[in-house]
């Protein structure tokens, strides 16, 4: 019994906690402000805009920014439109980023099974005229400097590296 008692209490605060809340609608270059209930006029630096707490700027410009006042509340307003904006769902950026994963996944599966290596065939001969599989070591140079040195001749780099 006390749960339920306490339960009901705090519905009851929550539910005067909304109601002391102002409620801001932006839509294009429109802004709609309604005052919390309770509060009848609204005004902006000392200018009444109305006196049944709802206003609606269809022009809205960043120069309509700034306080609020409905009886003994304040709200302080700075706010961004655009001509095309638009508002997008939860649930649309959800299925956005879920699409974009699938996306992902199928053309990372079709690089994957596209590129697979097929098995080598060692008979066959390329087209180049010779078996790429083994590697062949290019032709010596035929210049007398990169040569090895002979051990019973006298070169002349013979005595390098010799402790005398």
């Excluded at 200018?47 to 700034?66: I, P, V």
């Amino acid at each position: 019994m006390k749960i339920l008692l306490y339960f009901l209490l705090f519905w009851l605060y929550v539910d005067t906690l909304k109601k002391n809340k102002y409620t801001v609608d932006i839509n294009g270059l429109s802004v709609k402000i309604v005052c919390p209930v309770g509060s009848n006029k609204l005004t902006k630096n000392n200018r009444e805009l109305s006196k049944d707490g709802k206003y609606t700027n269809y022009g809205f410009s960043s120069d309509d920014n700034g306080l609020y006042q409905c009886d003994d509340t304040f709200l302080y307003l700075h706010a961004y439109v655009c001509k095309s904006c638009t508002e997008v769902s939860l649930v649309m950026v959800i299925g956005i980023l879920i699409a974009d994963c699938l996306v992902t996944l199928g053309v990372s599966l079709l690089v994957y099974f596209g590129c697979k290596r097929k098995p080598a065939r060692s008979n066959e001969i390329t087209p180049g005229g010779r078996n790429r599989g083994n590697k062949e070591r290019p032709p010596p140079v035929p210049h007398p400097d990169y040569e090895p040195l002979q051990k019973g001749r006298q070169v002349v780099y013979d005595g390098l590296n010799k402790n005398y």
